[in-house]
């Protein structure tokens, strides 16, 4: 008589995948030290922990990147992602064009012509997650509705970031109003810069579940974060509106598939 043995086997992961989960684990622990180090260490704490979260997000995402492309791929696009966006910022913060009257304190440092040298990486580490939403929702060959979805995820995002940035005075409107103290137009520039650097750097396939599941942690700690932590209710439920419409149309358009690894 053969006995059947029936066993719960874990995945085999390859050494891109460790690599993807440990870097995706380390920036998901720095976010939850940031108000610690806050409470602990006061304000002044602030600055550095941005600094530090967006360093490991941005570690993430190359590596996520680094095992869909290969190095040579990743970096051409983290410097493409990285120039256009910084002219921008630049044109930005010395016209008004494309985002509004605004400019950037001495908060962060250190700084090209105004514009701190965290902010392209900042642009870097969440187009990358809108290109996997894109991907997810409208596919890469309909190339004109991925731009616009990959944009509209991105700016999606802002509707966290802007407000609290300003609150935590890294950056400053001539004319504050609109959205929670930011200009409308600050959106459409959004929307704009994102689609452009979107259609020039034409991202190849990305891997989506380990992009989404930066979105999707995204998502919930600017949430978290905002609403307990940082005294910002307003924009912590019409962010969690904003991107949680993006992840449902991205659960939704996938709602057919097994597996997204």
């Not at 300003?166 to 994102?194: D, I, R, S």
């Amino acid at each position: 008589m053969i006995r059947t043995h029936h066993a719960f086997l874990l995945p085999s992961l390859n050494r891109s995948q460790v690599i993807r989960i440990g870097v995706i684990g380390v920036w998901v622990l720095a976010m939850i030290a940031l108000p610690i180090a806050r409470w602990i260490w006061g304000e002044g704490a602030v600055t550095w922990g941005v600094v530090g979260v967006s360093l490991f997000q941005v570690m993430a995402v190359f590596a996520i990147l680094v095992g869909d492309w290969g190095w040579q791929r990743t970096l051409r696009t983290l410097i493409v992602v990285a120039m256009l966006t910084t002219l921008a910022e630049i044109l930005g913060s010395r016209t008004g064009i494309p985002f509004g009257d605004y400019r950037y304190t001495e908060a962060l440092q250190p700084q090209i012509l105004g514009v701190p040298l965290l902010i392209p990486l900042a642009w870097f580490m969440m187009l990358p997650p809108a290109w996997a939403v894109a991907q997810a929702i409208v596919g890469r060959e309909r190339r004109l509705a991925f731009i616009v979805v990959s944009a509209v995820a991105l700016t999606a995002w802002d509707l966290f970031l802007d407000p609290q940035k300003v609150a935590w005075g890294f950056w400053v409107w001539a004319e504050p109003g609109g959205y929670f103290g930011v200009p409308w137009t600050n959106y459409l520039g959004w929307l704009l810069v994102a689609a452009l650097v979107t259609w020039v750097a034409r991202p190849g396939s990305i891997s989506l579940l380990p992009m989404l599941l930066i979105y999707g942690i995204v998502w919930i700690f600017q949430t978290i974060g905002q609403a307990l932590f940082w005294n910002q209710p307003g924009p912590a439920l019409v962010g969690f509106i904003g991107m949680g419409l993006v992840l449902l149309a991205v659960v939704w358009s996938q709602r057919s598939q097994w597996t997204l690894w």
